[in-house]
């Protein structure tokens, strides 16, 4: 079984900055990306950006492209999501999960999550 932490959130202002910490227990072969979503109160879970860890590859929702960064230390079995520019909107608490599909934004198509962060952005 794959458990995942997330660490690093907390409250900033608008225009601030947070980065987020994603580790896991273990990494099998069958996991091809580690994703990131956020969910604020009363709306549905929503794809943040994912990054592959054999390729590096990283796509990015509309909404964050340009703002956040994607990455990963596979050594440390550790993603990782720069946060630049925030905005209230941004505020949610935001996962960390793991999906065996290789183009996945589906939060049905991630397989194990952690209990995530809160992330909150104050006006």
């Known amino acids: 079984q794959v458990q995942l932490v997330e660490s690093g959130g907390g409250l900033v202002q608008t225009g601030g900055s947070l980065r987020l910490s994603c580790a896991a227990s273990?990494?099998?072969?069958?996991?091809?990306?580690t994703g990131w979503f956020r969910q604020a109160p009363g709306k549905e879970r929503e794809f943040v950006a994912r990054?592959?860890?054999?390729?590096?590859?990283?796509y990015y929702a509309d909404s964050v492209k340009g703002r956040f960064t994607i990455s990963r230390d596979n050594a440390k079995n550790t993603v990782y999501l720069q946060m630049n520019s925030l905005t209230p909107e941004d505020t949610a608490i935001y996962y960390c999960?793991?999906?065996?599909?290789?183009?996945?934004?589906?939060?049905?198509?991630?397989?194990?999550w952690g209990q995530g962060t809160q992330v909150t952005v104050s006006s």
């Open positions: 999960a793991t999906t065996s599909h290789r183009s996945a934004v589906s939060p049905t198509n991630y397989s194990y």
């Open positions: 273990r990494r099998t072969f069958s996991v091809y990306s």
């Open positions: 990054i592959s860890w054999t390729s590096g590859s990283t």
